[in-house]
């Protein structure tokens, strides 16, 4: 767990912001109260004067305006220990990704799928033994999240039973697909390379009548651009425009 121990009103902010939008597990704590149990890496501001000598912690000091590179150091240092990276990858219209060092979560996204690809290549950049566990639930946008994934070490892993059932409080957005991720990242899958998968007649149907729907009744993409959405060549907006200049 990440603790932010500051002063600096801007970096706390700041900190605390971008360890949310990471999915980051962490607390922040004043300068004089004791680290909480659990504590694997602080991040305090230079002019703190802080010091950590003797316990068993990664001390980052940073800055607001380096807040990112900051956060990053302090991840990095959680993954850097005996665990594997290991993302999970839920896929569908926005695909939950859960990033493991062993068995922490160090890292969460609930991400378009068109951004899903590089938010998961940003995250195995540094590292060489990285293994990427993608759920096979959504057929079309796991294949595409799995062709794209090219020199990443990839397992299909089934997804049957992973998404879970959400309490009272629980419901927020992109929560059940985050939390499929992590599920999806400790199953062992089978290996893969790349995923050949066949638009159903019932699938580019379904996309024919979406198309109808979002365009007010107007058109009905042709048979050839319904498969291209289905594959993830183009969006449904795509299709649709090509539709009316067609």
């Given at each position: 767990m990440i603790v932010v121990v500051t002063e600096d009103f801007e970096l706390y902010h700041a900190a605390v912001a971008e360890l949310r939008e990471r999915g980051a597990t962490f607390t922040t704590r004043e300068p004089d109260v004791a680290l909480p149990e659990g504590t694997e890496a602080v991040i305090s501001a230079p002019h703190d004067g802080l010091s950590f000598r003797g316990e068993p912690v990664q001390h980052v000091t940073t800055t607001a305006d380096d807040v990112r590179d900051g956060v990053e150091e302090a991840l990095g240092g959680l993954r850097g220990g005996d665990g594997r990276t290991v993302v999970g990858v839920d896929p569908g219209e926005q695909p939950g990704i859960a990033v493991l060092s062993g068995e922490t979560v160090v890292a969460a996204y609930h991400v378009?799928?068109?951004?899903?690809?590089?938010?998961?290549?940003?995250?195995?950049?540094?590292?060489?033994?990285?293994?990427?566990?993608?759920?096979?639930?959504?057929?079309?946008?796991?294949?595409?999240?799995?062709?794209?994934?090219?020199?990443?070490?990839?397992?299909?892993?089934?997804?049957?039973?992973?998404?879970?059932?959400?309490?009272?409080?629980?419901?927020?957005?992109?929560?059940?697909?985050?939390?499929?991720?992590?599920?999806?990242?400790?199953?062992?899958?089978?290996?893969?390379?790349?995923?050949?998968?066949?638009?159903?007649?019932?699938?580019?149907?379904?996309?024919?009548?979406?198309?109808?729907?979002?365009?007010?009744?107007?058109?009905?993409?042709?048979?050839?651009?319904?498969?291209?959405?289905?594959?993830?060549?183009?969006?449904?907006?795509?299709?649709?425009?090509?539709?009316?200049?067609?």
């Open positions: 378009s799928l068109a951004d899903a690809v590089d938010t998961v290549l940003a995250e195995i950049e540094d590292e060489p033994d990285a293994l990427v566990r993608v759920g096979d639930g959504d057929r079309l946008r796991s294949a595409r999240v799995v062709n794209e994934l090219e020199g990443a070490s990839v397992e299909l892993v089934d997804e049957s039973g992973t998404t879970p059932t959400l309490g009272r409080g629980a419901a927020g957005k992109g929560m059940a697909d985050v939390l499929a991720a992590v599920n999806i990242a400790r199953m062992k899958g089978d290996p893969v390379e790349t995923r050949d998968v066949e638009p159903t007649a019932g699938e580019t149907q379904r996309i024919k009548n979406e198309s109808r729907d979002r365009s007010n009744g107007d058109l009905t993409v042709s048979e050839d651009l319904a498969r291209g959405v289905a594959l993830g060549e183009l969006t449904l907006e795509e299709a649709i425009a090509r539709q009316r200049d067609g």
